[in-house]
């Protein structure tokens, strides 16, 4: 098992930063992917961007590439989501994940969630 804890969301203006956070207990998470997906009202749940733990090789959707910065602390076992230049559009639920697949961009591929954090955007 994996318990993820996200922190970090809040009210920003647009153009503006934001840093997530994802503390993640329970488990080694050697060979694991850690993700953050996002979700807005009547909206799918949405790849933003993924990382694989022990190569550090990181992953980004479109909407996103350029703006967002996914790292993680292996000390720490904390995954970040670093977010600038931030736009209206990007307001959702941002939820952290784990799953074994490499690089998925498919939140049917990752097991583990967090509870979300809410980042809201103001134009």
């Known amino acids: 098992q994996v318990q993820l804890v996200e922190s970090g969301g809040g009210l920003v203006q647009a153009g503006g930063s934001l840093r997530l956070s994802c503390a993640a207990s329970?488990?080694?998470?050697?060979?694991?992917?850690m993700a953050w997906l996002r979700q807005a009202p009547g909206k799918e749940r949405e790849f933003v961007a993924a990382?694989?733990?022990?190569?550090?090789?990181?992953y980004y959707g479109d909407s996103v590439k350029g703006r967002f910065t996914i790292s993680r602390d292996n000390a720490k076992n904390t995954v970040y989501l670093q977010m600038s230049s931030l736009k209206p559009e990007d307001t959702a639920v941002y939820y952290c994940?784990?799953?074994?697949?490499?690089?998925?961009?498919?939140?049917?591929?990752?097991?583990?969630w967090g509870q979300g954090t809410q980042v809201t955007v103001s134009s």
């Open positions: 990382i694989r733990w022990s190569a550090g090789i990181t």
């Open positions: 994940a784990a799953g074994l697949k490499y690089g998925s961009d498919n939140r049917r591929d990752y097991d583990y």
């Open positions: 329970g488990r080694t998470l050697s060979g694991y992917t």
